[in-house]
């Protein structure tokens, strides 16, 4: 029933936050979008597919990540060692920039930890043809705009959550309070990154393709180019591209097209939530028979 209870408060609270800090956030962008875009300018079919495939996973896969977070806090009594303790109190105690530090490592900390899962489990999703199943919806998107950044399917983002919620759990151990602050500060500072760098926008920022995820370098991973292919999979620092060999950095004018030339884009949410699972159904199903 703690299990049950928890998904009902949590559900009828998310529409809200969601419309608030998802959707809002995006009119800057796609007035930008259409101002000054890359190639044809998206429209208004391209912004509402992508809104409405993010609001359904974010409501179809909350259950994983509740029950991530509570069997890695039942899980840790029983582990043979102790997890890390760990606040971030202790940096804002440094003389006059300590507020200003202690912030910023909410948002890095995490993002860091975040980002390295994020870079090798975007890595399977591509070479494991279960994964890249419900990977290519995301990656469908012909007019790539600053709502693809949630165009993300519902079994996606429980592979993704989960894991990295579980496993977190089992090594940090964070003050509820620390931990819900630094969720906060590095999802918001991540979201407003990943509309950016999902933007149809024709902007260079070429000083900051090595630090941050760009415009310019994120599209080089959804480039229709074959020389574009598994290149630049980190969700907000290429580090991890540049240590483990996947880092293209974009020339100047290198804008290129975006999609899927042997995937057509889903043409309704239904299908977009649906297909991939009935593609994994008919991919696991000739096994099951064998057995």
């Keep these: 029933m703690a299990f049950a209870d928890t998904l009902l408060s949590q559900m009828k609270g998310m529409l809200l936050p969601i419309l608030l800090w998802t ?3 995006l009119i800057p962008f796609i007035i930008a979008e259409q101002l000054r875009p890359v190639g044809q300018a998206p429209r208004l079919r391209d912004y509402t597919m992508n809104i409405l495939i993010g609001i359904s996973t974010a409501y179809l896969s909350l259950p994983a990540g509740i029950a ?5 806090a039942q899980l840790r009594g ?10 971030f109190a202790s940096v804002g105690m440094v003389p006059v920039v300590g507020p200003a530090l ?5 948002i890095f900390v995490p993002l860091v930890l975040h980002d390295f899962w994020f870079y090798w489990s975007h890595r399977l999703e591509h070479a494991v043809p279960a994964l890249w199943a419900f990977h290519r919806i995301h990656h469908s998107d012909p007019r ?3 709502a693809t950044f949630g165009r993300d399917h519902f079994l996606q983002t429980i592979w993704r959550t989960f894991f990295s919620i579980f496993t977190l759990g089992l090594i940090v151990d964070l003050h509820l309070s620390e931990a819900g602050k630094a969720a906060l500060y590095s999802t918001l500072f991540l979201i407003g ?8 926008i024709r902007v260079r920022v070429p000083g900051f393709n090595r630090l941050l995820v760009t415009p310019q370098v994120h599209r080089i991973h959804h480039s229709t180019d074959p020389a574009h292919y598994n290149k630049n999979f980190a969700d907000a620092l290429p580090i991890f591209d540049v240590l483990f060999g996947t880092y293209h950095s974009p020339g100047r004018e290198e804008f290129p097209a975006t999609g899927l030339s042997d995937f057509p884009a889903p043409r309704s949410l239904w299908s977009a939530q649906w297909g991939p699972v009935a593609v994994l159904w008919n991919m696991i199903r000739p096994r099951l028979t064998l057995r």
Excluded: C
């Design 23 to 25: 959707v809002l956030p």
């Design 193 to 200: 990154l990943s509309m950016f760098y999902h933007s149809a």
């Design 68 to 72: 991530a977070g509570s069997l890695s």
């Design 78 to 87: 029983w582990l043979p060692w102790t997890p890390l303790s760990f606040t």
């Design 102 to 106: 202690e912030v910023l490592a909410m």
């Design 144 to 146: 790539m705009n600053a």
